[in-house]
């Protein structure tokens, strides 16, 4: 069975750092390109970043560029948000999502809220 | 990256069809067949209904469909149910940096 496990959110103060991680289990995880994709409370989904199956290529969504860095760990099976200079509007349940074809998400974690907020 | 235009709700009686319109640009949408659709239940993870454009995934029932004309993707709901309520999102590869752009949502009720 596919799951993503995400873990690492919590509440941290305005500037702050945070690293969130997605386990990942019941499929090949080198395999498959990797995305972090957010929702901030009561509002809609939005691109983050994805990384590709060797981790050698990245992007990132403009408000998150230069601050979040995308990672992988694959034999750990494991992805990674490094999230810097935290704003009130990075506030969201951050979610870890499979790539099964283009820009196509079969397989989503539960979610980890992250709060940035004094 | 400006958000796909969806309509903030949409609603039908049990047993009735509803459609729901994406719509985008000639860099995103109107551009590529990689149009994805996807169903969130308050507090869950968000369930792929629809991808490349109108391809159903393994175990979402043939009363989903999607479809393309244009910038627009639409998303046709067919003998609506009680737990086809939902928000629906809509997303699309963007030729812009190679990135994906997300739908506003679509708050869907079953009257």
């Known amino acids: 069975e596919v799951q993503l496990v995400e873990s690492g959110g919590g509440l941290v103060q305005p500037g702050g750092s945070l690293r969130l991680s997605c386990a990942a289990s019941?499929?090949?995880?080198?395999?498959?390109?990797m995305h972090w994709v957010r929702q901030a409370p009561g509002k809609g989904l939005v691109w983050v970043s994805r990384?590709?199956?060797?981790?050698?290529?990245?992007s990132y969504a403009d408000s998150v560029k230069g601050r979040f860095t995308i990672s992988r760990d694959n034999a750990k099976k494991t992805l990674y948000l490094q999230m810097n200079s935290l704003r009130a509007e990075d506030t969201a349940v951050y979610y870890c999502?499979?790539?099964?074809?283009?820009?196509?998400?079969?397989?989503w974690g539960q979610g980890t809220l992250v709060t940035v907020s004094s | 990256q400006s958000a796909l235009t969806q309509p903030p709700s949409a609603s039908g009686s049990p047993g009735q069809s509803v459609t729901i319109s994406c719509t985008g640009t000639?860099?995103?949408?109107?551009?590529?067949?990689?149009v994805s659709w996807y169903q969130q239940h308050p507090g869950k993870a968000p369930k792929l209904m629809i991808y490349?454009?109108?391809k159903r995934p393994s175990g979402v029932p043939d009363r989903f469909s999607g479809s393309k004309s244009g910038n627009t993707a639409s998303l046709t709901v067919s003998g609506l149910q009680a737990e086809d309520e939902a928000d629906y999102y809509c997303?699309?590869?963007?030729?812009?940096?190679?990135?994906?752009?997300f739908g506003g949502g679509t708050k869907l009720t079953v009257l």
């Open positions: 999502a499979r790539e099964v074809s283009i820009r196509t998400h079969d397989y």
């Open positions: 019941g499929f090949t995880f080198s395999g498959y390109w």
């Open positions: 990384i590709n199956s060797d981790g050698s290529s990245r």
């Open positions: 000639s860099s995103d949408v109107g551009g590529y067949n990689y």
């Open positions: 490349e454009v109108s």
């Open positions: 997303s699309s590869y963007t030729g812009s940096n190679n990135l994906e752009v």
